[in-house]
């Protein structure tokens, strides 16, 4: 996450660390792309001049390779990211009306972020373990098996 | 429905009422009337069983015996035997080349329910995932030394190609032939690609494999370096896979530890290494060319095809492209040979096939059964019943690459061909089974947002096609479309099919295909009637 505390010197040292463990190859753009990413939340302007100036890569080739991927944002999130899933198998066991509790806790759409910073909702096209479906993940904390009642108290938890 | 102690299926087909399989019916039923067994036993006229080498065919539950060819004068012996004493009617049943595998394995079934066959699941769960000596307690590496110091690259390549494994990526192609394209072109470096990028809704498959057996992946990836001829290899990992990629990291650590990775292997002078690759997110990366498009650095977008990856992959190299469930069969497939593999599955799809269970059943989860088993059997044994006594109405197969399939398609056999002839497809393994109250408007819905969502937007057919038909859709469950939107609609599974530059856009059509095929009415009570059948869609545009 992203904190006012890093600036951009930090933000340059993240980049840095990245590269040192990948390398600046083609190979490692996406990796390293991702692990700045998980480190800071999303993709600041700074980071990616930097990763342009180490890959020796125009920034617009960047910025087509960051907006394609699902896990890498250009934008700041939320302090705390919701991810729902809402792909079949979550859908026909109930998740239409986990997104519908959802809604009515928080009032955001899909990529949307409060005013207030607190939470930013995003929906995924499958998370992976469908076998407990319906999925919410909330900052990398996994809930399966969700019934819209508790969608309020799993939101308590994080405000 | 009522409860019978037998339920008998009579395979029906245009090719099996050719054979006689009316008259085979009609005689089971005076039969049964005359044994007095009517009560006890169902006799179901089904589609198409498989096996037309054997129409018409005969099925017997819950024993899951299988008699064919039957004739009309079998029919006595068969319900006095196996109807009335309960004991299979020995001479009638179907010919031991004819269903060799699929005998096999219900004889060694019977009684044990629910039996699985674990090939590629065999290890996981039972061995620490974290730990290269207890794999190797448990045969691993085994089929390496053996194909380095046994076997020349040809014999491995020709043992795979004899075992008839097919790829379990979704396409099915022939493993064996496409080590061979790799093997024969005289490029250098080659490259293998273990395919992890798992991203279809519904499917885990790779993931347990990955995390419960990760070193099955380095040795089928190394044995396959040897064959081809390619000193490095990439395992792709969908980037949401974290605990995968650590045990992966592991296991390639440990095994380069212990010489299995590196250079001169079991001092064959065979060089070999793998390297992680993580995704970041997009399902088209999972599509083998855009896949190979982002390891180089780039957004994840399908090259055009031909060349394909065999001579043109990885930098512009031959390179193996096979799926995490595909190469777990490599080992055992070398250690114990092909005719040991085709003992498992049917002649042309031969093998296990590992399957997610998910939706509307009492038990979801995963199992591994050999190909050929039905759906009918998948939910009465594995899924141990519909949820709450409901009906089964249809299972959408393969995450979404796959198909919808009606339930009078239940008793088809699940392989490659039988599927391919049912006009249905296998996808990747998941099976979402859904009960009557699953609307397949809401459904394919929600099927066409997911490719709307992860079209990469390179080809227009694609991107433009999966966000109108996903509109109409959205119409239809509002109760907003007109009858000309149904004509768009099938407009438009014609022109994603059909001129979608890759299988994403080319697989999005087929839901929306699949249900004006077989649900046309309830879509278009949508529009005629505006009412949605099952009550759930909102309709609130009406
Ligand atoms: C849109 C799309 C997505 C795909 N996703 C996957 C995937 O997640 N995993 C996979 O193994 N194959 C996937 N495939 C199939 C691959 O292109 C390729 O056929 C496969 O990796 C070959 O391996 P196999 O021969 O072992 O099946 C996908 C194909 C398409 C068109």
């Not at chain 1, 600041?44 to 394609?68: D, I, N, Y």
């Not at chain 2, 379990?168 to 032939?177: H, I, L």
Request: net charge negative.
């Amino acid at each position: 996450m992203i904190d006012g505390v890093r600036d951009a010197q930090g933000v340059v040292s993240v980049v840095q660390a990245a590269v040192t463990r990948h390398g600046a190859t083609a190979e490692a753009l996406v990796p390293v792309l991702k692990e700045i990413n998980d480190e800071l939340g999303y993709l600041p302007a700074e980071a990616l001049a930097e990763v342009s100036r180490l890959f020796r890569m125009p920034k617009g080739q960047l910025m087509s390779v960051a907006s394609f991927y699902h896990m890498l944002s250009t934008r700041p999130r939320g302090r705390h990211v919701i991810q729902f899933c809402e792909s079949a198998p979550c859908h026909v066991v109930g998740g239409r009306e986990v997104w519908q509790a959802l809604q009515d806790e928080l009032n955001l759409g899909p990529g949307d972020t409060s005013p207030d910073g607190t939470w930013t909702l995003v929906t995924s096209s499958c998370l992976g373990i469908c076998g407990v479906g319906p999925v919410i993940i909330v900052d990398g904390d996994i809930y399966g098996n969700v019934v819209p009642e508790r969608v309020p108290e799993l939101l308590a938890r994080y405000a | 429905m009522k409860f019978v102690r037998s339920l008998v299926l009579v395979s029906s087909d245009p090719d099996s009422l050719a054979r006689g399989a009316q008259e085979v019916h009609e005689r089971l039923q005076r039969e049964i009337q005359s044994a007095g067994l009517q009560e006890e036993v169902a006799v179901v006229p089904v589609g198409d069983l498989g096996r037309h080498g054997a129409a018409p065919l005969i099925v017997v539950y819950p024993e899951a015996t299988i008699y064919g060819p039957v004739t009309p004068d079998d029919v006595p012996l068969l319900v006095e035997e196996h109807l009335r004493k309960g004991r299979i009617a020995v001479g009638l049943r179907a010919s031991a080349r004819e269903l060799s595998g699929r005998i096999a394995w219900l004889s060694a079934r019977r009684g044990t329910l629910p039996a699985e066959q674990r090939i590629v699941l065999a290890r996981a769960g039972l061995i620490d995932p974290e730990d290269i000596e207890d794999y190797i307690l448990h045969d691993g590496y085994e089929a390496l030394g053996k194909a380095l110091t046994q076997m020349t690259p040809v014999d491995v390549i020709n043992a795979i190609g004899k075992s008839g494994l097919r790829g379990r990526g979704g396409a099915g192609f022939p493993t064996g032939m496409k080590w061979r394209f790799v093997s024969q072109t005289d490029s250098y470096p080659k490259y293998v690609i273990c395919n992890a990028d798992e991203s279809e809704p519904g499917t885990f498959k790779d993931r347990l494999i990955l995390e419960g057996d990760p070193h099955s992946i380095v040795e089928a990836m190394t044995i396959a370096g040897y064959a081809v001829g390619a000193s490095e290899g990439y395992i792709y990992v969908r980037g949401e896979y974290v605990l995968a990629q650590e045990r992966l990291d592991k296991a390639i650590d440990q095994a380069r530890q212990m010489g299995f990775l590196g250079e001169d292997i079991f001092g064959s002078g065979f060089n070999f290494d793998i390297h992680i690759h993580t995704g970041a997110g997009a399902y088209i990366c999972g599509e083998e060319t855009a896949l190979i498009e982002s390891i180089e650095g780039k957004r994840g977008e399908p090259r055009a095809r031909p060349p394909y990856p065999t001579t043109h992959g990885l930098w512009g190299k031959p390179t193996v492209v096979n799926n995490v469930e595909t190469l777990a069969n490599v080992p055992p497939i070398v250690r114990n040979g092909a005719s040991w593999f085709r003992r498992f599955g049917t002649s042309n799809s031969p093998g296990t096939k590992v399957y997610t269970i998910l939706g509307n059943v009492n038990v979801t989860g995963l199992v591994e059964v050999p190909m050929g088993i039905t759906l009918r059997e998948v939910i009465a044994i594995y899924g141990k019943g519909m949820k709450d006594g409901a009906t089964f109405k249809l299972a959408q197969t393969g995450g979404s690459s796959g198909s919808i399939v009606p339930s009078s398609l239940q008793d088809t056999p699940m392989d490659f061909d039988s599927f391919a002839r049912a006009g249905v497809s296998l996808g990747s393994g998941a099976l979402l089974i859904c009960n009557e109250d699953t609307c397949v408007v809401d459904l394919v819905k929600v099927l066409l947002n997911f490719f709307r969502r992860e079209s990469c937007g390179k080809c227009t057919p694609c991107r433009v096609g999966t966000e109108r038909a996903h509109q109409i859709l959205t119409s239809l469950s509002e109760g907003t479309a007109e009858l000309s939107d149904l004509r768009d609609l099938e407009t438009l599974v014609d022109g994603l099919s059909q001129l979608s530059h890759c299988g994403l856009g080319q697989t999005a059509a087929v839901p929306i295909r699949d249900i004006f095929k077989h649900f046309r009415a309830e879509v278009e009570a949508h529009v005629r009637l505006k009412i949605c059948p099952t009550g759930a869609c909102s309709m609130s545009g009406r």
